[in-house]
């Protein structure tokens, strides 16, 4: 059955964070943007609006909603700023549902309980200086010392590093392992911030996501408490694929808020502008570009819905969800370039929205699997290189 209807639960989700880009983000965002600082009220506004933890089960601090108003959410966000949509990328996407899926019943009440109720913000750190899509790469390292773990290493380019209170991070717990790069030596761990050798730092001068803090962690010799080993030594690298899953999914719905924000604005200005004595608008190569906007939003919207109904029932969603972020980043970035050519020259001045959606725009082609790992992902699947076997953990079923 394909019903294309949302529920009013699902409607209520994507009117409050739609009234949050409206109201919060979009007003203060060409002051921030350009200031390349993060707009103080959008965290508490998110918080307000039960955005930090709607998809979480009640039982958890949240409101118990699925994944198609993750998605829905995802894209209001992104209609805002990408920044926005980052937030709900890290704190419910990279941290908040791997936890409900592979902690424990203590690390749930102490950790997960507190991001739901947007107490905590929360965020993944995966990549480091030498390490992203080739994740067996990474150089953490957590040593076994009694009751604790001792964490060296580095994380770069995180984000919210600089604002999270809690950090999802993954080390190499087998050093043997390390060393013939078999993954089932790397082990997930939950660090707090205010653990001793713990840092972290802001990147500066970065394209797009200026609104966002993107920034480092460092570990030095970082005790880390032995109940905070998520799962068990050694599926580290399992719980980072399962975390990329959901991560991805909000980068594939928040795309398709890029790509409309793409569509208004450049259907706006293409009836304001004038050339020729005629709007721009009726002039049939602008409207290609409009209309390539419009279907590009459409089919990225259809594929991370496929994406969020298998999620939606417990279902391994790791082709469908890698396919919907491949497509959406690129008609995103499409629709970016478009944008500006639809402003011509004042489409390359940050007067107007479009010259901050082509730089936002390029970001999330590189991160959650760059556009070649996706691109390697599909063909993997058809030739018959890559299946998804089951998983390990309890994918959480949502009631529609
Ligand atoms: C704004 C932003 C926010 C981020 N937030 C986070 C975060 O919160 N947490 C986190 O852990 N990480 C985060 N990242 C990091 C991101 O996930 C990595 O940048 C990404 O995984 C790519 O890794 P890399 O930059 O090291 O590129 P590399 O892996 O070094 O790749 C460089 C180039 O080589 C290509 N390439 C690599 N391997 C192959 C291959 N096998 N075949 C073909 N081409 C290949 C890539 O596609 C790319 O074009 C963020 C990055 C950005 C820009």
Redesign the pocket.
Known sequence: MIDFAFTENQLAVRDMAREVSAKVIIPGIEEFDRAAKMNPAVLPAMKEANLLGFCIPEAYGGLGMDYISLGLASEEMEYGDTSAR?VLS?HIG?FSLPLLAWGNEEQKQKYLIPAAKGEKIS?????EPA????VVGLQSTAVKDGDNYILNGE?M???LADVADQFLVFAWTDLDKKKNRDHSGISAFIVERGYEGLTTGSIHG?L??RSGN?GFISFQDVKVPKENLVYKEGAGFKIAMFCLDQGRYTVAAGSCGLIKACRDASAKYAHERHTFKEPIATHQLVKQMIAKMEAGYEYSTALWMKAGWLKNQGKRSTRATSLAKWIACREAEAAAADAVQVYGAYGFSDEYPVERFYRNSK?AS????????HT?MQADYVLGFRKDKEIDCELPVVEQ
């Open positions: 980052v890290v990279l965020t993944f750190g995966l990549t390490a992203g899509s080739d994380k380019w995180i984000s970065k797009g996501v993107t970001g590189i991160y959650e699997g760059t556009r070649e790992i390697l």
